[in-house]
């Protein structure tokens, strides 16, 4: 892997502010060929820099109104539970982020739902029913502060 230069930074600030942008686009606003500009982005690409392109989609276009913070903790702490958690989360696709968490709590899940029924299902029919659960704590997101725009890019890197 070769450290990045002043040029790669650039593509990937450019690229997390719109990852539509043509390959022609890019290489006006970093300032590069397009050839060269090409050639960075497939090896940002292969070098796992840059690991997909997705869409930002309003979620409350799509009926998903309700933003809530679950903490879970769990009813054993063993691998084996954490696991069986683990593939829970991952199955589900109201959860948006799961992390694992040291302190108080064991996990923290970001959850979309339509509404108040629908928080109610997910969280009495899904998660405290299933055996690895012992305690959830809901918290219902009130207004959104601030979202993920992205990483903060240096404008240049040690080495």
């Known amino acids: 892997m070769e450290l990045l230069d002043g040029f790669d930074l650039k593509i990937l600030s450019e690229l997390q502010r719109d990852g539509h942008l043509t390959n022609n686009e890019l290489s006006e606003r970093v300032a590069l060929s397009p050839s060269q500009c090409s050639r960075r982005r497939t090896r940002l690409e292969a070098e796992g820099f840059i690991t997909g392109y997705q869409a930002q989609i309003d979620r409350q276009k799509l009926g998903l109104d309700l933003m809530v913070v679950i903490s879970v903790t769990l009813a054993t702490h063993n691998r084996d539970n954490a696991k069986r958690f683990a593939n829970l989360v991952s199955a ?68």
């Open 92 to 159: 589900l696709p109201e959860v948006l982020e799961a992390y694992a968490l040291t302190g108080e709590m064991d996990y923290h899940l970001r959850v979309v739902t339509p509404d108040l029924a629908g928080l109610s299902r997910f969280v009495n029919e899904v998660l405290l029913p299933h055996d690895s659960v012992q305690h959830v704590k809901t918290s219902i997101v009130l207004e959104t502060l601030k979202s993920f725009e992205g990483l903060p890019i240096p404008a240049r890197m040690k080495g």
